[in-house]
């Protein structure tokens, strides 16, 4: 049996995925430099659920804003995310050899040309922005300032850091505590998923007010998503997530699970779901929204 | 006996790098990640000569603006510059234990955290443009273009790719020819100079024909430049360079000298030289610039 939130969340998959994977590829294709073109393309090809994408485009669309007008945005936030993955991959992060169920990006293409096809996709992410007729100069600027915030040190690459650091806190047998974790997954998970957010609001010409709320919503989405991937990580099996899993437990990671139990973690997810989806019902049209942070809390990879 | 295109240069050096060097380090202060930002921060500190920012400001000047009109630009150019170092020295790429005569980013931090502080620069330049107050937001726009353009899978990443793969072609014996030569410094060296001057024009407020002979000098001057880094790779000393040297050689990379001989390699940097002046000349106050070019092509490490 099909619950609702699913019907919607399939629609949404089947309207909007074939838009983002038009346009994924594109400004990488041709030109100079043909094997740093190639690593990029593959790990934007390898698919994975396009999460932060649809995200932003359902954002605009809640606003009552074509898709359309948020693709480069939307676009822009994959290759961010691919970026960071084909660096978080390598020997000297996570060190996986598999990822969406295919060998890691320096596993094909050597260590060199993998930190330089993610350098890549991080600096074209913002050639996309710049480039976007849909929006105007000062909107651009807006969306300029939230990805450089949500990705770089004070976002993402700090809560990798971050990370990085919390493994050798953890093998040391410091303590840690919740606050911290908060902490590094607001950052490192967080910030890019409220910045999907935050950019298709930007895009819809939304007012400060909407925006703000939508921001908090983000990231409250962002939380949850994250600790559904730590719980996900000490439950399923590689074939369902199409990556190495227990990982954390090997890495010596701070999680969810090993600090407050797995009911404790369950319940942290279904608090920040309930935040998020109480956060997006003063939206214009928020049902797709909402069923979107029902479904991923519940995803299973 | 000091030249007169010395004592331009040195002027020039003792007004403008104080403005750099305060300008260079309160974004990646402070706040969250501190073991990312100190990492950041100490290959911003390792010195190096700040040609970019420099060549950034005095292009300003040289169309009658003040160097702080251009500080953001310079700014933003010194940390996609200082990036590029962190990541190039990393093990899976050039391999470098010393950098301005101190050990490398990922000797001090380890790999992961070194390849996050490239991140985190790189993203950090984007983000400094788009906070600068002294821009409009059209130019903002303008400056993204050209820095992800000249930074990226077009400029400098490509060049970067291109030269591993360069290594590869080398080690199997197969010819390469000075065009091809040219492509990779074109893009690996010569895209970032190059944006150095667009983006000082651009921040002085440039009219289209002044901009387009700034970035024909730009390419010229960034030709001139990696030609001059070729020669010192085979003549200099590491204790004079503060880096490794006959590197090229032990990673078998293709260079000027090896393809046109140190005399050949000396002509065509004449040439790229005198370029690059001939292509100053007309704009109003060019005798900072045109000093620098002459410098640069008698540069000692």
Redo the contacts between chains.
Sequence with gaps: MTSHFESVVKADIERLIPLIESALLPP?SG???P???E??RYSLEAGGKRVRPLLCLLTAESLGKPAQSALSCAIAMEYVHT?SLI?DD????DDDDLRRGKPTN?KVY???????A???L???A??I???DAAL???Q??ET??I???A????GM??????D??GEVLCRSGKPYDRSHLQ?IHR?KTGALLRASLELGAIAAGAAQDTRSALREAGAALGLAFQIQDDILDTTSTSDVMGKRVRKDEEKCKITYPKLLGLDGARKALREATERAIFLLQPIPNPASLIAWANILSMRTN
């Design positions: 990488v030109g100079e430099a094997k740093l073109r690593a990029m970026y660096h390598l020997p000297a992060m320096h050597g260590e060199g040309q993998a930190i330089l993610g350098d890549g991080l600096t074209e913002f050639g922005l710049a480039g105007s100069a000062a651009k600027v300029f300032q990805l450089a915030d990705a770089g040190c004070r690459v700090g809560g990798q850091s971050l990085l650091e902490l950052l």
